[in-house]
Each structure stands twice: as C-alpha cells, then as structure tokens.
C-alpha cells in the first residue's frame, strides 16, 4: 500500500512535467506561426481614427483588422476602447483600454480612458488610480491632471495635493479649465 501511495505523486509529477514541456513547445510554435503586421494595423488605426465619431461602425471594422493584423498594435485597442466608451460598453471599454495600458506602458491615454470608463461605471476610487497611474507614466501630462484634479474635487476626495494641482492648472490650462480651477480654489 505505502508503495503505490509513493508512485502515486511521481506519477503525477511526471504527467504534469511532460504536460508543461508540450504547453511550452506549443506555444513556442503559436508564436513562431503568428506573423505581426505592425505597418499593416497602423494604417489601419490611422484610417480608423479620422472615423471614430463620425462613423464608429466603419471605425471598429479597421480597427479589428488592425488588431488581425497585429494583436499587439496598443493604439488600436485604445481606439476601440474609445468607440465601445461612446456606446456606453463600459465593461468592455475596460478591458480594451486595459490591454492598450499594457501595451502602451509609458503613454497616458489608455489610462485617463480606462479612468474614464471607471468613473462613468461608479468605480471613483479606480479611477482615480488610472488618472494617478497616467501621471506617473507621463507626469505633468495636464489632461491627466486635469482628470485627477477634476474627479478629486467631484467625490470630496480633495486634499492639499488637489490643491497644488488646481494651481498647476489655474497656470497651464485653457481658460475654461483655469476658470474652473479658480472657482475650485476659492471654495
């Protein structure tokens, strides 16, 4: 009885050793197979891009024949994160400006949108982890900023940084912005 309870977990050590080995090897070839057309997608997106509120649904088409033609292009998973957030798909806004965060990790669009998203979904905390997330990645971008700024003062969330950065944009803002900033300070 003792032998076959030793066996027992060699076996399965075994098996599930062999089984790593041709996951890896699989994957191996899926990666060799996939070809990534990175000039390809970009047209793509270029051509999306001058469409996405004028003609969404045109918009989508070039945008997933980007991402056919490169899974990896971030732009165009931000852009359809873009076209899903202006139809109100909040959910799966996210989970595209999610991947664009991550294939995109120093640029702070995919993170002000997924802030975006999160804010409009009634997540504030989240959101105000995205638009932080953009400032690190880029910092002293003022739409993120702004976004920060803006949601803080929202949800009562304001502190003596939102302060320092209602000055910060009172001084680099447009004049709507800086209007608003102004009023923000005085309350």
Not at 57 to 86: S, T, Y
Not at 129 to 134: D, G, K, R
Request: aromatic fraction near 6%; charge should be negative; include cysteine.
């Amino acid at each position: 009885m003792w032998r076959y309870l030793f066996l027992m977990p060699v076996g399965v050590l075994i098996l599930m050793q062999v089984g790593c080995s041709a996951m890896q090897e699989r994957a191996y070839e899926l990666d060799s197979v996939a070809e990534r057309n990175q000039q390809l997608a970009a047209e793509y997106t270029q051509q999306a891009s001058g469409l996405i509120h004028s003609d969404p649904d045109e918009a989508m088409r070039l945008l997933r024949l980007a991402v056919e033609a490169d899974l990896f292009h971030g732009p165009a998973h931000n852009n359809m994160g873009v076209i899903l957030l202006n139809q109100g798909r909040l959910y799966e806004a996210a989970e595209e400006f999610d991947w664009a965060r991550r294939l995109m990790p120093g640029h702070p669009d995919p993170r002000i949108n997924l802030g975006i998203a999160l804010e409009r979904g009634g997540k504030a905390d989240d959101a105000l982890e995205a638009y932080a997330s953009a400032i690190e990645v880029f910092p002293g971008h003022l739409p993120s900023l702004q976004a920060l700024t803006r949601l803080q003062v929202r949800s009562g969330n304001r502190t003596e940084e939102t302060n320092e950065l209602l000055r910060e944009i009172v001084h680099r803002g447009d004049e709507t912005w800086r209007e608003w900033a102004r009023l923000q300070l005085r309350n």
